[in-house]
């Protein structure tokens, strides 16, 4: 496409707008996150000699074309929502304006980072409400589709309000308080639960979490009761126990009375085994004892939802707005802006997509906002604390029909009455055009 | 974990086991892939100066244990099938003997990598036998979770029998063809549809193919017959045309009858737009005119099925083989192997999980084979092609029962008697110790 766009003169400036069509399945809203990585990307873009071979030796592109390519540099402007940011169905999360070809060459980076941390940072949010406050540990990474995406839920599950991760490497590179605990084959590697109990809290007596499942849960609860007296006998407390099979809410309340019988009434209850904010809700809906969840698999990969309607649009090619009218797929023309009213208590109470030259109100706030001129970050990048606060500030300000875990109502932006004008004059343009 | 064991003493020899206890939703078989990655991760392994300092950072680790970390290295053997082979629920993939340290502390990274790798594959590899002999092409790259499982997914969607990929970075890593089409925002940025297919053909007069859907279909395959026509008198003919949006099977039928009508029965339909297997199959069995198909967001995911569950577990520590009896969770103790047995045609007619030790018969073939010893690899890495054909040969092995693209039989694995045996050991040992 590049090539051609070259070859025929196609090399004015365009706008490109990213944004998500619908929403998936049970989710009342996104979280924006991923703009740091794409910045950093589109500051660092440019073909290597050894690209520019590969590309000379697959005989497609004309030699000057690819010195076109060696030199070009991402020199554009890109206007976005910050990390951590709530947004909707058609709200453009970044416009990117630079000559047409920096812009598109872009596209599958932007929309491939955008996308899968936007969905992982809206499904550990999702886990956070449903978890109500009680704690939830990161244990995703083995079962995450790569290494990239571990880390990235790490750090934004951390972001979203996790407590900690049992990613190390995310510990290290953002941080993260890193949490873990045993595995079954500690337990399978002693010669029977007591003796692997004694050994971990040796290495541990400060900071110690029983798996009590391998063999027997309640069996296991009794054994961990035994150890925990000894530990209390040398001053030590054993954190937690934690279940990971079976009926988590028998096996819960039966842990709890066992603990509260033996006097370890301080002893935590946490839960893991392939949890997702559905059986968290219905466990703490029924009244589990549980005091912390560990969560991997399927949060890990936004199971239910493990793809968004996330594209990237041509929206404005030299000053012309422009949209495609694809069955189901329709665009609105024109670089834009999103303004959100809040209402006294700081609840959201509307969106307006409008022209991004468009005064709509003193009283929205706009949330696109430049970060990056003429190719160079205007912006520090984000902290992941202040992500933390962005984000839970976000949530909080969410009314809470739009905010169940089951058929959120849908929070749907209105158009401005010049974004309306726009879309009805180039649509009416091009159905005249297509009728000659 | 590690300190754990380290501070007391477990520090033998163990054996692990990496395995699929359940296959997910109609798969009747899955697919074998990460062995290369896992064996380079496992010839590097070591922790850094800067990981050691990070850990000592934690003041959870003694000063000791870090000396022994920042000199550990994997020395272990490796049993594996090899890429591209079939398997099924509960047969050993991989096994890893080592001293425990090092056998546990890969764990993250080998799940993560076989999982994701295998899932994949086995997705691609379904769209391959949904797609009855027509041609894929791989788009995945911009919805993929991450950019590795893009890289991931270009390779073994091809490998699987693709025909190319969108992702030009996996060609050049690969050596895969790439294969790609122009999006809606080239036709965006003409002043007509007409005006961009010209400029595209301009471009690549010899393998060209015009997306027909940005503004309404019938009229897009019309403008391509004209264009078409104009590169006919040139010397040169339209490759294909695509579309991407709207009811496929009637645009289909539509498009070829007024390509046909025109003289262009050569010009080839590809369809795309969220297409999976299930898609393709139906679309197929219709009897919709289709030359090919382009795929991303659903397989690039394995949207219905974005995870395995793919485990990693103890089964023989100290020269003891061992168990866990988690509630839903049981394991088979001890090192094994894989026999399959084929039928004179080549057919798989039955699996049998063994000890390792055990011999079976001369006429199974043995799937787990030596692939590093003392730490290093003993087998050549995988080339693309070698593993295309032996999935292409084990995809054709399998009777086809067992590749039905919904609901398919499932295929188990017999137990030997004397893995049977052990295993009523092992496992009326704990319980006579639980009952104690």
Redesign the interface.
Known sequence: ?A???W??G?TEK?C?SLFCRRLPVNRGFLVFAGLDDIIDYLEEFRFTNE?IE??RS?N?FESEFLLYLKTLRFRGTVRAMKEGDIFFANEPVVEVEAP?IEA?II???L???I??QS??ATKASRIVVAAKGLAVVDFA??????????L?FAKLSYAAGFSGTS??LA??EFGIP?Q?T?????????I?EKSAFR??A???PK?CTFLV?????I?GVKNAIVVAGEMRAEGNNLFAIRI????LFDLTNNSRRLLDQSGFSDVKIIVSGGLDEFDIQALLEKGAKVDGFGVG??P????DA??TD?V???VE?AGQA????????VTLPGPKQVNRILDKDGYFTGDILSLKSEKISDKTVSLLQEKMVSGERIVEKSRIKDIRICLAEGIKSIPGKYKTIVNPEVYSADISPKLGELDDLIKSN?KS??SL
């Open positions: 496409m090539q051609a766009y070859q025929n196609i365009a490109f690209d590969y590309l697959l497609i047409i598109q596209e599958t980076y929309i491939n980072q996308n899968v969905m992982l990474s083995r079962r995450t589709q790569g290494l990239d995406s571990a990235d990613n190390v510990g290290r890193i873990g045993m595995a079954h084959s500690f337990i399978n590697a002693f029977d050994a971990y040796k290495s541990f900071f499942d391998t063999y027997d849960s069996q990971d099979s079976g009926d698999t399927k890990g990969v936004s199971s493990p793809w996330m990237y649009k041509l090619y422009v949209v495609k009218l694809s069955s189901g797929k091009i055009k297509l």
